[in-house]
C-alpha cells in the first residue's frame, strides 16, 4: 500500500528557503511517478514538479527553474523539494503525490489529473 506523509512546511519571509520532505512507503523509484504539487485557495491544484523515470525533473512551469529542486533519497525512500528565493505567491499548500509507471503513457508528468495517490499536504507561508 502506498502511503505519503509530507514535512517540513512552515513560515518565510520573502526571499527565503524552506526543504520539504515526504517520507514514502510502498513505492519503488523508476516504478511509480512522483511529484510535487500545490493549491492556493480557491484554486485547483497546480502541478510544481515531477521526478522524471531518469531522474531528470519535469517543470510545470518554467519560472520554478532555478528556484526549486527535486530530489529522492533511495535509502530512506523520502522525496524532497527544495524551495530557494520564495516568493508571497509560492504560499500554498504543497502535496506530494504519485501514481504507479504505465498508468499513463509518456513521460512522469507534474499533473494534477494523473496521480492517485497522495500526502495529507503542508502549508508554506511566504510574507513580504
Known amino acids: 500500500q502506498v502511503r505519503l506523509v509530507e514535512s517540513g512546511g512552515g513560515s518565510v519571509q520573502n526571499g527565503g528557503s524552506l526543504r520539504l520532505s515526504c517520507a514514502t512507503s510502498g513505492i519503488r523509484k523508476g516504478d511509480y511517478c512522483m511529484a510535487w504539487l500545490r493549491r492556493t485557495p480557491g484554486t485547483q491544484r497546480e502541478g510544481v514538479v515531477a521526478?522524471?523515470?531518469?531522474?531528470?525533473?519535469?517543470y510545470r512551469f518554467d519560472h520554478l527553474k532555478g528556484r526549486f529542486a527535486i530530489s529522492f533519497d533511495n535509502a530512506e525512500n523520502i522525496l524532497y523539494l527544495d524551495m530557494t528565493d520564495l516568493k508571497p505567491e509560492d504560499t500554498a499548500t504543497y502535496f506530494c503525490?504519485?501514481?504507479?509507471?504505465?498508468?499513463?503513457?509518456?513521460?512522469?508528468?507534474?499533473?494534477?489529473?494523473?496521480?492517485?495517490?497522495w500526502g495529507q499536504g503542508t502549508q508554506v507561508t511566504v510574507s513580504d
Open positions: 521526478l522524471g523515470y531518469d531522474g531528470a525533473p519535469k
Open positions: 503525490a504519485a501514481y504507479q509507471r504505465g498508468e499513463w503513457a509518456g513521460s512522469c508528468e507534474p499533473f494534477n489529473h494523473r496521480h492517485r495517490h
